[in-house]
T-cell receptor, first 115, second 116 residues
Framework: DTGVSQDPRHKITKRGQNVTFRCDPISEHNRLYWYRQTLGQGPEFLTYFQNEAQLEKSRLLSDRFSAERPKGSFSTLEIQRTEQGDSAMYLC?????????????FGPGTRLTVL | QQQVKQSPQSLIVQKGGIPIINCAYENTAFDYFPWYQQFPGKGPALLIAIRPDVSEKKEGRFTISFNKSAKQFSLHIMDSQPGDSATYFCAASMGDSGGGADGLTFGKGTHLIIQP
């Protein structure tokens, strides 16, 4: 396994458009996390799945954001009606079941630019 | 309210020196403290992590020192090399006994430059 993968790596969109990102975790991992990282800041937690169940959402995750993990494998993060403030790197991470929850393995991220 | 405070924001060290990065946390429910290394255009990569039942952990050239009473922990990089130049993030999370599997809370990062 080559690790966590994310697609696309870069996305440029116009304000008001919808965008969707995909994350493929390490295959045996059942936990999947989404984070957002803005320039010069640390990643900020957005949401978390255990298998297909979305167990936690940060207050940063506004109503315009939705995440799914339909079969407990890959996950998608959709942003509706994008705003310039949504411009950031969106990171996905996964971890082993019942392991140290800090041992999260991150993907390379999707950089979103909203014009 | 920032729950994990990291300093310094940037650091320049000569090759072979020992950069030290410090973090302080507020939430006493945190019980797992990892450090991540991030290169430009890449996702963070786990370097080393510690739990509060030990005061020090070493892995290769990286050492974490942990002071539970002061709610502080730090990263030391021994024999630093130019290839260690990167942004370093401390983080914290709560254990499963905290009632949920919340994500990591990160510091703001330290931009480290190791000069040849």
């Amino acid at each position: 396994d080559t690790g966590v993968s994310q697609d696309p790596r870069h996305k440029i969109t116009k304000r008001g458009q919808n965008v969707t990102f995909r994350c493929d975790p390490i295959s045996e991992h059942n936990r999947l996390y989404w984070y957002r990282q803005t320039l010069g800041q640390g990643p900020e937690f957005l949401t978390y799945f255990q298998n297909e169940a979305q167990l936690e959402k940060s207050r940063l995750l506004s109503d315009r954001f939705s995440a799914e993990r339909p079969k407990g494998s890959f996950s998608t993060l959709e942003i509706q009606r994008t705003e310039q403030g949504d411009s950031a790197m969106y990171l996905c991470a996964s971890s082993f079941p019942l392991a140290d929850r800090g041992e999260q393995f991150f993907g390379p991220g999707t950089r979103l630019t909203v014009l | 309210q920032q729950q994990v405070k990291q300093s310094p924001q940037s650091l320049i060290v000569q090759k072979g020196g020992i950069p030290i990065i410090n973090c302080a946390y507020e939430n006493t429910a945190f019980d797992y403290f990892p450090w991540y290394q991030q290169f430009p255009g890449k996702g963070p990569a786990l370097l080393i992590a510690i739990r509060p039942d030990v005061s020090e952990k070493k892995e290769g050239r990286f050492t974490i020192s942990f002071n539970k009473s002061a709610k502080q922990f730090s990263l030391h990089i021994m024999d630093s090399q130019p290839g260690d130049s990167a942004t370093y993030f401390c983080a914290a999370s709560m254990g499963d006994s905290g009632g949920g599997a919340d994500g990591l809370t990160f510091g703001k990062g330290t931009h480290l430059i190791i000069q040849p």
